[in-house]
């Protein structure tokens, strides 16, 4: 019959949950923020759809950064391909996208990781980038709000990627001596050297329903103590109820909380943004 | 004020020869020597002298010997870093500071991580200075103790605790990293090893008081970070610095602990590699074949560059030593900038 749909104009149509297995229409999927309506499973979503559900509008900055190869690194494959494939995949020069964000009115300098990009990981582009919006919003009293996403460090950059922790580490010591919020976004996943440096500094920390959150990976940890570790080991609810984090929100809560809490805390610490200070291109 | 009296003599390993354990790559130039000693132990004994044939043998033997520690690979250095003999963090603080040593434990929080050490000790001209680094045992008991110097969040929130009594009594803070990283382990999730290692980051970096930190053996990963943002970083000759540990990027990247050497040849991840990239401010000589062959020796080369480090830096003020701190990490990173059309 040539009114039948192809398998490929099908799966655009219908989307699959990959954890009730339900076949949900994709347009009421993306309603729904890409979570499920049946079971409530999170979907993992890129940084350009995330931006598109946190923000009324978003000026992107430092744009031009991109990767380059200081080890001369090659494991199975050359580092400089692996960069070629993750931009072809992504459409992202790097696994980050900062930007100039309005949240629900609430001016904020925002960084969202994409998992795309080599698993979010966190080589000189990213450290560079997140630290460069830190600097910018301390300098036009702006918040600061990480949505973090990520396997860690990125091993093909080495110890480059390494002291990535400690240049946003520092970054945040001065936003913070700035009386400045941070607020940190916990996503799926959120793991190893990106946990140990901003993930878990957020003067706020959200983690995401459904997310899992950690330093070392399970597997890691299983081989290391040799036994099975629970189910729910690492999930948002664990590291809430170890007192890791402040709050464990379902996607749709994440927009109006994060310009709550804005709002808030600028409001009792009387720093308010100053726009002439910020970078051209975020000016209206 | 007097200082209190040095003992006559210094600690040094005088009490039994130790016999140092050799490494693989070590073997054959052991085998030479000892050839040579049977060949002069024989002629002792037959009476021949074969004094004109040893020299040359002897002196053959040395240049082979310096030629093999000149030119190590990676995984060879990752070898002496790890030897079981390598001076420890609380060895090398003993001899770096014989008659001072007032160790502070504990997180006062419930815990006392054993991993994690720290108090303070005195140098001949800096005077008090909090040292804080991560303790590998010497034998399997000890070891079980310092947990292989793997620390948990505790250790890290210990360390923190000295770091700000240093800052209140304006002390300068010397770290000594060997560790093959955090322990992956289940209490170390629940209590916060991410957030440990990255509150210690941000604090370190806002400390108003010169620090110094100098990796020992292994800085692996975050678990080196959290103790190790300085205003001035050093390694020992052999001492590696990685963001993971070349076994566990070998079984993740290629998918098989088995390419642990590649990876760590890949990786670049050896004294030379980080003063290279600008990462790290000199690098310390080790005796020949490596710190354990003398620690002595070690200890003494490593206070000839800590203890005027910190006079260079005593006159600075808190907030130069902040900025120079922050520009020191701000400025590590490599990328591309097209510069966007005006």
Redesign the interface.
């Known amino acids: 019959m040539n009114t039948r749909l192809s398998d490929e104009e099908l799966s655009r149509l219908w989307t699959q949950c990959f954890n009730c297995h339900e076949n949900l229409p994709s347009r009421e999927l993306e309603n729904n923020l890409m979570v499920c309506p049946k079971c409530g499973y999170h979907f993992r979503i890129n940084a350009e759809k995330r931006i598109e559900q946190l923000c009324d509008s978003f000026v992107e900055i430092d744009a ?5 190869d ?2 001369d ?4 494959e050359p580092y400089l391909k692996r960069q070629k494939d993750a931009e072809k995949k992504s459409g992202l020069k790097d696994a980050i996208v900062c930007g100039i964000a309005d949240i629900l009115g609430q001016k904020t300098a925002l960084a969202v990781m994409d998992f795309t990009y080599l698993g979010g990981s966190m080589g ?2 990213v ?2 980038k997140i ?1 460069r919006l830190i600097e910018t919003a301390i300098d036009a009293h702006l918040p600061v709000v990480i949505v973090c996403s990520s396997g860690g ?1 990125r ?13 946003t ?6 936003l ?2 700035a009386g400045l919020l941070f607020v940190s976004v916990l996503s799926e996943p959120t793991f ?2 990106v ?7 957020g003067d706020i920390i959200i983690a995401e329903e459904g997310a899992r ?5 399970r597997r ?2 299983e081989q ?2 040799r036994q099975k ?1 629970p189910a729910d ?2 999930t948002a609810s664990y590291l809430l109820q ?3 984090v402040d709050m464990v929100l379902p996607r749709h809560e994440i927009t109006p909380q994060l310009a709550q809490v804005i709002r808030l805390h600028r409001q009792s610490s009387g720093l308010n943004p100053i726009d002439d200070r910020l970078p051209a291109v975020a000016v209206h | 004020m007097a200082k209190a009296a040095k003992p006559d003599k210094e600690p040094e390993n005088e009490k039994t020869p130790v016999v140092i354990t050799p490494l693989d790559f070590e073997k054959p130039i052991i085998a030479m020597e000892e050839k040579i000693e049977e060949l002069v132990r024989m002629s002792i004994e037959s009476g021949v002298d074969v004094a004109d044939d040893i020299a040359p043998l002897r002196r053959q033997a040395e240049e082979i010997r310096g030629k093999l520690y000149q030119s190590l690979k990676p995984a060879q250095k990752l070898q002496i870093a790890r030897h079981p003999q390598r001076p420890n963090f609380l060895e090398l603080v003993q001899m770096m500071s014989p008659t001072v040593w007032v160790e502070m434990h504990g997180d006062r929080s419930g815990s006392d991580d054993r991993a994690i050490i720290g108090g303070i000790i005195e140098l001949p001209k800096t005077g008090p200075v909090m040292v804080v680094g991560t303790q590998k045992g010497r034998s399997m008991k000890e070891n079980l103790v310092h947990n292989f110097g793997m620390a948990h969040p505790e250790g890290y929130r210990k360390a923190l605790r000295l770091f700000q009594h240093a800052e209140k009594f304006k002390m300068p803070i010397l770290t000594l990293v060997d560790t093959p990283g955090a322990y992956p382990g289940i209490a170390g999730e629940e209590h916060g090893i991410g957030q440990a290692i990255a509150f210690n980051i941000r604090e370190l970096a806002r400390l108003k008081t010169p620090i110094i930190s100098v990796v020992t053996g292994e800085g692996a990963s975050g678990g080196a970070l959290g103790i190790g943002v300085a205003n001035r970083i050093y390694m020992l000759e052999h001492s590696l610095y990685t963001v993971i540990s070349p076994e566990g990027c070998a079984s993740i990247l290629w998918r098989s602990a088995e390419f642990a050497a590649k990876a760590a040849e890949a990786l670049k991840i050896t004294a030379d590699d980080l003063l290279s990239f600008g990462m790290i401010d000199g690098i310390i000589k080790e005796p020949q074949g490596g710190a354990h062959y003398e620690p002595s020796e070690m200890a003494l080369s490593m206070l000839d560059i800590i203890d005027p480090a910190f006079q260079e830096m005593k006159d600075r003020s808190g907030q130069e030593l902040t900025e120079q701190r922050y520009e020191k990490f701000r400025k590590i990173g490599a990328y591309l900038e097209l510069v966007p059309q005006a």
Do not use: C, N, W
């Open positions: 031009q950064l991109s990767p380059t200081p080890l690194f090659t494991d199975t000189s582009v450290g560079e630290t460090a091993m093909q950059e080495g110890t480059f990627s390494l002291m990535q922790m400690v240049k580490g520092a970054a945040l010591a001065r913070h001596e190893g050297g946990t140990a440096s901003f993930g878990m500094l959150v950690g330093f070392a990976g890691v940890i290391t103590i570790l080991f690492q170890y007192g890791q």
